[in-house]
C-alpha cells in the first residue's frame, strides 16, 4: 500500500525543497511550552552559517592557545558520536591552518544523567578551558555551569540542543522545521488522507517538543484529513519506542505513518512495523547511519539529517571567530535536509554544497 505507492511517486528529495538552512524561517508557532517563550531559536532573527561567513569574512587567526571544551548529551547514541568527530575535525583542519587548537568532547553516562553533564562543564571551567561548545540534556541543567563560564570570561556557545538561554550565542538546525518537512512529506505519500501518530522523544527537550510541534502545525493548517491518532512520549529509547509502536499497530488496523522524534525511536518502531508485516511509513531525525542502512533496505522510509559531522565543524569555527574578536548573531543555523530512497546515496557535502571556511592570512 503506502510503501508501494511511495516508490511510483517520482518526487524528487532533492527538489522538495529539503535543503533548509538557506530557508526563512517558516515556523508556525504557537503551542510553545514557558520555557520557550523566553528564548527559542528556530523563531529567532539569525543567520545561517553561509551568511555569517558572507558578513564576517575570513576566520580570524588566533595566536594564543584554544582549548575547547565541548560537551554533548551521550556517545550511546551515534549522532552524539558524529558531533564529537566533527569538533575533532573542524579542530584538526584549523590545526593544520596553524592554530594552536585542541578540542575535548565529553558526555555523561547516558541521556539522562543531568547532574553528570553539569559535573563535567565544571570540571572544564575549573580546568580553565578556553571557550565551551555545550549540548545539554535539557533547557535547565547545564544553567548553573554555564553561569559560571561566563562570569569567568569564557566564552559559551549553545550547539544543537536542549536550548540554554542564559548562553550568548546558539548554532543549530531549526527543530520545527524537522517535523515540518517530514509532515509534508507524508502527506504526499499518502495523498492527503489517512492515520498517523507520533513517538516524542523526552518532554523537557526542545528538540522533541519543536519537532512534534513543527509536525502537528503542519498537518492542521496543511492536511486537514490527516488524523494524529496517537502521541506518546518514548524518551528517546528505542525498546520504549518499539513497544508503543506495537501497541498502535494492533489498536489501529489502519494507521498510515509513524513519525518518531529521532532515528533510534524510529528505529525501534520499525522492528515493530517488521514484525507485524503491516505496510507502514516509518519516518525520523538525526541520520545516523543505521537510519541510512535502513532506508537502502526499504525499511525506514526517511529520516531528516542535521550532519552533526558538518555541525561540529561550524561549532569550532563560531568559537575561533569569537575569541578573534569578531561579533556572532545570536542564533546561527546549521543546514539539514530530508533523506529518501531518492537520495540515500548522495554525499552530503552534494546535498548541503560543503566548502571550509577561508582563514585570514
Not at 548573531?329 to 571550509?356: C, F, G, H, Y
Request: with cysteine.
Amino acid at each position: 500500500m503506502k510503501k508501494s505507492n511511495k516508490k511510483l511517486l517520482v518526487t524528487s528529495a532533492l527538489a522538495m525543497s529539503l535543503l533548509i538552512t538557506g530557508c526563512s524561517s517558516s515556523s508556525t508557532g504557537g503551542g510553545e511550552s514557558s520555557s520557550d517563550k523566553s528564548f527559542n531559536p528556530d523563531n529567532a532573527d539569525g543567520k545561517t552559517y553561509e551568511e555569517v561567513r558572507d558578513s564576517l569574512g575570513a576566520v580570524p587567526m588566533v595566536s594564543d592557545e584554544i582549548r575547547l571544551g565541548g560537551v554533548a548529551k551521550a556517545f550511546e547514541n551515534e549522532y552524539w558520536r558524529t558531533l564529537k568527530e566533527g569538533m575533532e575535525t573542524g579542530a584538526e583542519k584549523f590545526s593544520n591552518k596553524g592554530y594552536n587548537l585542541t578540542v575535548d568532547m565529553k558526555s555523561p553516562q547516558g541521556e539522562s544523567d543531568e547532574e553528570g553533564q553539569l559535573s563535567i562543564v565544571k570540571d572544564m571551567i575549573n580546568k580553565k578551558y578556553t571557550a565551551l561548545l555545550l549540548s545539554p540534556i535539557s533547557d535547565s541543567n547545564l544553567v548553573p555551569g554555564v553561569e559560571s563560564a561566563l562570569e569567568a570570561d569564557i566564552p559559551v556557545i549553545n550547539v544543537n540542543d536542549g536550548i540554554i538561554k542564559e548562553a550568548p550565542n546558539f548554532v543549530g538546525p531549526k527543530a520545527d522545521q524537522n517535523g515540518e518537512l517530514l509532515a509534508e512529506w507524508i502527506s504526499e505519500k499518502i495523498d492527503g488522507k489517512g492515520k498517523v501518530a507520533i513517538i516524542v522523544g523526552m518532554p523537557k527537550a526542545f528538540a522533541a517538543r519543536q519537532r512534534t510541534l513543527g509536525f502537528e502545525n503542519w498537518m492542521k493548517e496543511n492536511a486537514p484529513d490527516i488524523e494524529i491518532a496517537e502521541k506518546q512520549n518514548a524518551d528517546w529509547d528505542r525498546s520504549k519506542a518499539k513497544d508503543i509502536a506495537a501497541t498502535w499497530i494492533k489498536k489501529h488496523s489502519d494507521l498510515d505513518a509513524i513519525f518518531a522524534n529521532n532515528d533510534t525511536m524510529a528505529l525501534g518502531a520499525q522492528e515493530a512495523v517488521n514484525e507485524s508485516g503491516r505496510d507502514i511509513l516509518v519516518v525520523g531525525v538525526d541520520g545516523i547511519g543505521e537510519a541510512y542502512d535502513s532506508i537502502r533496505k526499504g525499511e525506514m522510509d526517511a529520516t531528516i539529517d542535521s550532519f552533526p559531522l558538518y555541525k561540529g565543524q561550524i561549532a569550532v569555527e563560531m568559537a575561533i571567530r569569537q575569541l578573534g574578536g569578531q561579533k556572532l548573531p545570536r542564533v546561527i543555523w546549521t543546514p539539514q535536509a530530508l533523506i529518501d530512497s531518492t537520495n540515500v546515496e548522495t554525499s552530503a557535502e552534494e546535498i548541503i554544497k560543503w566548502t571550509d571556511p577561508e582563514i585570514a592570512k
